[in-house]
């Protein structure tokens, strides 16, 4: 039977975790999955420690990012699943302009998703938020904060899904956005105020170790319903939250004491790094890269040893460096039981923290490829993403709630 695919259009997308996620069909390891919280999986057949992710009936159909480490990633990875899509590398400002203008046109779509930039609302940055002098194109430094400052970049997310008018939209950021005064309510309010108007649920804060992806990684989702395709009583049920597509958590976390008993336990380190190859040993160049710096001081960040036998930490894009460290010689204070040489994750560790799958490349020479990525960039990138295994979970329960939703 021939499904009926609903079309995505992607803004912010990085290098595609949260694309991956929306459309599935990708590896993710075998404890991932909760089949008591997800019976419907259960069919699903193991390869070693892996178990392929079924396919969604979304697919993405526009993908945008400005930042050329994000294209670099993303283009072979999707080129190599035959995705249509065409990447495109220009600010979204500008690209709203020039369709305003009649100079460009979005694609029509059925839904709109986006990770709008995080870094002014990061409680690991400088928290400027609405304050943020940084201009859309990343770069130069704006006067005074305005509509084109990094930290109202949501403004032209919004605009895009008034040209649009997609079905659906969900945008992504940091959980620190809730903590900064009203921002919430205020970017809640102005997509409630879209067009003919917009159902725009309760956002909420979803912490991905309860879902499947061995990281202490939080974030808060946005999540709006057109209303001209909804019938009153589905609004209603909307509104009062009778009807909630936002995903089920899977497992439990490290933290909590009594968990429910149709949780799974938390994915650790230890289970998804049980096969990976020491970096001198192996052959994926993103796992033969990492980073070289020196062990600062247990003061600084990411100077610190990460716990096998639990989560990891937040993977971030601005580690500069400082990203944690797999070993610590013990006179640095670290456990390293098992007495190899002292360094920091590398590139394929920080992927498979993100649940991202070992096909997907983050390290790339100008010799082998028109894309090339650098270690850095590849950090970077990793850490911008959404774990695609969290966009799995967000994008599933929705399909699995599209047609009480819609009538369709």
Request: hydrophobic share 35%.
């Given at each position: 039977?021939?499904?009926?695919?609903?079309?995505?259009?992607?803004?912010?997308?990085?290098?595609?975790?949260?694309?991956?996620?929306?459309?599935?069909?990708?590896?993710?390891?075998?404890?991932?999955?909760?089949?008591?919280?997800?019976?419907?999986?259960?069919?699903?057949?193991?390869?070693?420690?892996?178990i392929k992710l079924p396919r969604t009936n979304f697919e993405i159909i526009f993908a945008n990012d400005i930042l050329k480490d994000a294209k670099n990633a993303y283009i072979p990875f999707f080129e190599k699943r035959?995705?249509?899509?065409?990447?495109?590398?220009?600010?979204?400002?500008?690209?709203?302009?020039?369709?305003?203008?009649?100079?460009?046109?979005?694609?029509?779509?059925?839904?709109?998703?986006?990770?709008?930039?995080?870094?002014?609302?990061?409680?690991?940055?400088?928290?400027?938020?609405?304050?943020?002098?940084?201009?859309?194109?990343?770069?130069?430094?704006?006067?005074?904060?305005?509509?084109e400052s990094r930290g109202h970049l949501y403004i032209w997310m919004k605009q895009v899904i008034e040209l649009v008018e997609p079905k659906v939209f969900i945008a992504e950021n940091v959980k620190g956005l809730i903590?900064?005064?009203?921002?919430?309510?205020?970017?809640?309010?102005?997509?409630?105020?879209?067009?003919?108007?917009?159902?725009?649920?309760?956002?909420?804060?979803?912490?991905?170790?309860?879902?499947?992806?061995?990281?202490?990684?939080?974030?808060?989702?946005?999540?709006?319903?057109?209303?001209?395709?909804?019938?009153?009583?589905?609004?209603?049920?909307?509104?009062?939250?009778?009807?909630n597509p936002y995903p089920v958590k899977t497992h439990y976390l490290p933290s909590e004491v009594s968990p429910d008993k149709n949780l799974a336990k938390y994915v650790s380190l230890k289970e998804i790094f049980s096969?990976?190859?020491?970096?001198?040993?192996?052959?994926?160049?993103?796992?033969?890269?990492?980073?070289?710096?020196?062990?600062?001081?247990?003061?600084?960040?990411?100077?610190?040893?990460?716990?096998?036998?639990?989560?990891?930490?937040?993977?971030?894009?601005?580690?500069?460096?400082?990203?944690?460290?797999?070993?610590?010689?013990?006179?640095?204070?670290?456990?390293?039981?098992?007495?190899?040489?002292?360094?920091?994750?590398?590139?394929?560790?920080?992927?498979?923290?993100?649940?991202?799958?070992?096909?997907?490349?983050?390290?790339?020479?100008?010799?082998?490829?028109?894309?090339?990525?650098?270690?850095?960039?590849?950090?970077?990138?990793?850490?911008?993403?959404?774990?695609?295994?969290?966009?799995?979970?967000?994008?599933?329960?929705?399909?699995?709630?599209?047609?009480?939703?819609?009538?369709?």
């Open positions: 039977m021939q499904v009926d695919k609903k079309t995505v259009l992607s803004l912010f997308s990085g290098c595609g975790g949260m694309d991956l996620g929306v459309e599935g069909d990708f590896f993710v390891h075998k404890r991932a999955l909760n089949f008591s919280a997800n019976p419907e999986f259960s069919y699903l057949k193991k390869h070693k420690n892996l035959n995705s249509k899509h065409i990447f495109h590398s220009e600010s979204i400002v500008n690209l709203v302009k020039k369709a305003k203008a009649g100079k460009f046109s979005f694609p029509k779509a059925d839904i709109v998703i986006g990770g709008f930039p995080c870094q002014d609302f990061s409680i690991a940055g400088k928290r400027l938020g609405f304050n943020s002098h940084k201009s859309h194109n990343g770069k130069i430094e704006c006067d005074i904060p305005s509509e903590s900064l005064g009203d921002v919430k309510e205020i970017i809640e309010n102005d997509f409630r105020n879209i067009n003919g108007g917009y159902v725009v649920l309760n956002a909420q804060i979803l912490h991905s170790g309860n879902f499947g992806v061995p990281q202490t990684r939080e974030r808060i989702i946005f999540m709006g319903f057109n209303k001209k395709y909804l019938k009153k009583e589905i609004i209603k049920k909307l509104e009062s939250g009778k009807i096969d990976l190859k020491e970096p001198s040993k192996s052959d994926d160049l993103s796992q033969q890269a990492y980073s070289k710096a020196k062990f600062y001081g247990d003061h600084a960040q990411g100077n610190s040893e990460v716990n096998l036998n639990s989560l990891g930490p937040t993977i971030r894009a601005e580690h500069h460096g400082n990203i944690e460290f797999r070993r610590l010689s013990k006179k640095n204070g670290g456990k390293n039981i098992e007495n190899l040489e002292e360094r920091r994750l590398t590139v394929r560790e920080c992927a498979r923290i993100q649940t991202f799958p070992d096909d997907f490349e983050f390290t790339r020479t100008s010799k082998n490829s028109e894309y090339p990525l650098s270690m850095g960039g590849g950090y970077k990138v990793i850490g911008n993403a959404v774990p695609p295994l969290l966009g799995f979970h967000i994008a599933w329960s929705l399909q699995n709630k599209w047609n009480e939703i819609f009538g369709e």
